[in-house]
């Protein structure tokens, strides 16, 4: 079974960081495109980041330039840098791989940005 295991979330004073890790297990034989969304209660998920099996990234206008995501593949690792945090920024915090036609998802990493 594919598994997506999340770390990372926490409370962060404005402008301050965090470091979100997803690592993924099971029964993966391809390096595939991984992203990051987040999603408030009662409110859509949105996307934020995503990093394709060769490290090319593209990222939410809202985030660009504050997140970094980056991967390690010998770990099948994904990561989300997240600098200069924002209240706006609060949110659970999912990380995503797309593999055989299935959606997989972690769990959730709730990330609280407040003073």
């Known amino acids: 079974q594919v598994q997506l295991v999340e770390s990372g979330g926490g409370l962060v004073q404005p402008g301050g960081s965090l470091r979100l890790s997803c690592a993924a297990s099971?029964?993966?034989?391809?390096?595939?495109?991984m992203g990051w969304y987040r999603q408030d209660p009662g409110k859509q998920r949105e996307w934020v980041a995503i990093?394709?099996?060769?490290?090319?990234?593209n990222y939410a206008g809202s985030v660009k330039g504050r997140f970094t995501i980056s991967r390690d593949n010998a770990k099948n690792t994904v990561y989300l840098q997240m600098n200069r945090l924002k209240p706006e920024d609060t949110a659970v915090y999912y990380c995503?791989?797309?593999?055989?036609?299935?959606?997989?998802w972690g769990q959730g990493t709730q990330v609280t940005v407040s003073s």
């Open positions: 995503h791989m797309y593999y055989l036609d299935e959606d997989y």
């Open positions: 099971g029964s993966i034989f391809t390096i595939n495109d």
């Open positions: 990093i394709s099996s060769g490290g090319s990234t």
